[in-house]
């Protein structure tokens, strides 16, 4: 299990660090950036880089002290105009910072957290809020995805984020949140590494292998099937697109049953789907940008990542209130001799005769059986899917943004709410009756497809096909926000929903 870069706390008096970060607002002084660190470096406050310092947003200077001194450099970050000052932007720019830091070679740095502290009051947020995403920011921003690069390629060199205090103890708020951030920087660290992997190394079984791991290393129930168990559970669907690889799909169910819920409370139950590879079947994909659908497993990764943070969280003393259920059905999909074709009729595990129309809409073929497992062995009170389905939804939302249809509209503005301040973004899509129509089929209950018209809209009814009408169901269309080449998120996978999902299992 990857452990990557250490988050310590220095109280006041021991701060020691080989570069000191405070912030700045445009137009400020020495005296109101970073006023407090004169005590541990003197020097900063006849720093000759402070002459031309202004504190725009995205200005960043470096001063430089005697190299004796416990701090002899430090990185002041300009935020910009306090009447525009945004916690995503400072998320940005901390970083950013961070990672020009990693480039000069150095080992740790330090937050100076009364600077940091009086631009969060600034915001109206709690110190531990603030920490809580510079430190999520930093980890993030950090990764690397290398095990196909040569060893000494490894780019990490930074290996501990200091939050200097100002006080001789460290409070106990402080130090939840930053344990916190850490269980869940695991999950998306393990998101991201499934997704990056290639497809020839993140193959169905392979994928079930790292849930084996997770399930091990955290005492969780995990239940594999294989083919035959797959058939015996009449989930034709998964089947139909499972059946043209040499890949074996395996359909992995995760159960987390804290100690502390009673035996009789409905689980939460989360559905990823797990498309390992996507060629989009007989109705090929073109080829540029096909290797991009290694990631279509991206819902299965968030779900196992979200199961490594409820696990590490576990470790704190930190539990939710309903068991948790992980169901990830895997398979690849591909052209062959054995592949389903267009036209071809499959009944899915509800009962219900499924034309297929089109072989690139696979993922709602996996998921719909998936969904009708979930409901027949656990009833969950609350159940989620989360996939990269569709391509209509990135042509909706643009790039960096997840559609969630929900059953419930109190249940789908919570999320919407919860998500985008997480800052995974989201945005609320309907599911309107009236678009049922296009499911229509001549020869069979349903279509997996409808006109190009409201594809990720008809997509998510498709889905509800396979979910009880009294069911409390979400979905979550992720199919813009499983890649992303940013400050916080090196290029490739994002890690999306681990946040979303983990924040979800805690819902009463
Ligand atoms: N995995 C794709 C959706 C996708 C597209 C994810 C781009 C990430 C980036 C999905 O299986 C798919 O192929 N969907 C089709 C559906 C269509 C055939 C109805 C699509 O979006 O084109
Ligand atoms: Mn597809
Ligand atoms: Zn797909």
């Not at 990672?99 to 000069?104: E, F, G, I, R, S």
């Not at 890949?247 to 100690?259: G, I, Q, T």
């Not at 074709?341 to 499924?354: H, I, L, Q, W, Y």
Request: net charge negative.
């Amino acid at each position: 299990m990857r452990v990557g870069i250490d988050i310590e706390f220095q109280i006041q008096g021991q701060w020691k660090t080989d570069l000191l970060i405070a912030f700045a607002l445009e137009g400020e002084s020495f005296d109101d950036a970073c006023h407090f660190s004169q005590g541990v470096a003197p020097w900063l406050t006849i720093a000759p880089a402070w002459r031309d310092f202004k504190g725009k947003k995205d200005e960043r200077t470096m001063l430089y002290g005697p190299p004796a001194m416990d701090i002899n450099r430090a990185m002041v970050l300009g935020l910009g105009k306090e009447k525009d000052l945004e916690l995503e932007d400072i998320r940005f720019s901390f970083a950013k910072a961070v990672k020009a830091c990693q480039d000069m070679g150095l080992e740790n740095v330090g937050v100076d957290t009364v600077s940091m502290n009086r631009i969060a009051l600034k915001l109206g947020l709690k110190k531990e809020e603030m920490a809580k995403e510079l430190a999520l920011a930093a980890k993030l921003a950090l990764y690397t995805y290398t095990p196909f690069k040569k060893k000494n390629e490894e780019a990490t060199k930074i290996n501990k984020i200091f939050f200097l205090l100002d006080d001789d103890f460290c409070d106990d708020e402080l130090k939840k949140a930053i344990r916190f951030v850490e269980a869940e920087t695991c999950g998306i660290y393990l998101a991201r590494d499934l997704a990056n992997a290639p497809s020839n190394a993140m193959t169905p079984k392979l994928f079930a292998d790292e849930a084996e791991k997770v399930a091990g290393y955290h005492n969780f129930k995990i239940t594999i099937l294989k083919k035959e168990e797959i058939e015996a559970e009449n989930m034709h669907s998964y089947l139909a697109v499972a059946k043209g690889s040499y890949e074996e799909p395996h359909f992995v169910v995760l159960e987390y049953r804290p100690h502390t819920i009673e035996k009789d409370v409905k689980p939460i139950a989360l559905v990823g789907k797990g498309i390992t590879f996507d060629t989009g079947g007989i109705c090929l994909k073109p080829a540029a940008g096909m290797e991009e659908m290694k990631g279509d497993m991206s819902g299965a990764a968030a779900v196992l990542g979200t199961f490594e943070t409820l696990g590490r969280l576990g470790m704190l003393g930190i539990f939710p209130n309903r068991p948790i259920i992980g169901i990830m059905p895997l398979c690849e999909n591909m052209p062959s001799g054995r592949s389903i074709k267009p036209g071809d009729v499959v009944f899915a595990k509800n009962g219900k005769s499924v034309e297929i129309i089109n072989t690139d809409a696979e993922g709602r073929l996996i998921l719909a059986d998936a969904l009708t497992y979930a409901e027949e062995k656990f009833d969950p009170e609350y159940l989620l899917d989360i996939a990269t389905l569709t391509g209509a939804c990135a042509v909706a939302l643009g790039e960096g943004a997840a559609g969630v249809f929900c059953t419930k509209s109190d249940l789908a503005h919570k999320i919407h709410k919860r998500s985008n301040e997480l800052f995974e973004r989201t945005w609320l899509l309907p599911l309107w009756k009236h678009l049922g129509k296009e499911l229509k089929s001549n020869v069979a209950d349903v279509k997996n497809c409808g006109s190009r018209y409201g594809g990720s809209l008809t997509a998510a009814l498709f889905l509800k096909e396979f979910v009880s009408d009294d069911r409390t169901w979400v979905h979550v269309d992720m199919a813009a926000a499983d890649n992303a080449d940013n400050a916080i998120n090196p290029k490739g996978a994002t890690g999306f929903g681990v946040r979303m999902l983990t924040d979800f299992s805690f819902l009463n």
